[in-house]
């Protein structure tokens, strides 16, 4: 049981490396394509401006296209939704919707920081930029770091219980057939996202308006094509759903796969908290990554 946790936990931690990491090429290809999507975005704001007809059918796309390959290079939403999915048994289809969820959020936060600090405030685009990256960023980091602690200490709770005395003489007195504890039920193992969970996942990501959306939306402000470029902030992010979507369903995948693999029932609720553990623990190691370079 040991040896297969042990090659769980590394076959695991390699995933996770892989999520938690972007190589150079990667990286850079996102910072040039979202440099291109930027230039294309703002001619189309220019063209909307003087009444073409198909600019904003050139600002929504060019908007769709920047968030997805935003979401592609270094952020924070993926590596949230990822190891969510890898550290608990919630279904797929409900961590697409949150991450849906908390891109949208992250859109209309961005919108009303910009529209709003203009409207009512009548602060500067530079004190808008400063705001998010001086501010935003390092409280939206800590709250990421914050849901990966509560996961790794559910992981950790669950596999303390699955190994205390009373639990392996249970369990070895009622299933003699193998003579050993089977560890946490698998229901014990298994955290369901309620709404406490769901509003802390969508406001980690929210918390910090992305600086394209900032961008565009500075430019729609003063072009006077304000509900433009709101629509267009709604699309951006729409964009990142799709990446941090794809990101969901590969992950509870893994999941599912390297619990099952694992075999008997004991096993299987040992793999999962393990997993939770796991997850969590390179939650809280990538919140802090990003909170020190914020900081630097």
Known sequence: MRLVLIALTVALGAAGLSLAVDTSEVGQWAVEQQRAFQNVIAGALRALRTGAPEALATLLGASA?????HAVGPGHGKYLVGGVGLGTAVPALRLVVLALAASLAQALWAIVL???????????ARQLTALAEDWLA??????????????????ARALA?????????????????????????????????GLREAAALVLGIAVRPCTGAIFLLVIAWQMEIRVAGAAAVV??????????????VSSVAAR??????????GSVALAASSLQLLAGALIVWFGFVLLAASLA
Do not use: N
């Open 65 to 69: 296209a920047y968030g997805f390959v």
């Open 114 to 124: 910009v529209y709003g600090g203009f409207f009512a405030l009548e602060v500067s």
């Open 138 to 155: 390092p409280a939206s980091y800590l709250a990421i770091s914050a849901i990966g602690a509560v996961l790794a200490l559910r992981g």
């Open 161 to 193: 219980r699955g190994f205390s005395p009373a639990r392996t003489a249970a369990a070895g007195h009622a299933h003699h057939d193998c003579g050993h504890a089977h560890g946490p039920s698998v229901d014990e193992a298994r955290q369901a996202t």
């Open 235 to 248: 699309t951006m992010g729409l964009g990142t759903a799709m990446l941090t979507s794809l990101v969901a």
């Open 256 to 265: 599912r796969i390297a619990v099952a693999s694992t075999g008997t029932r």
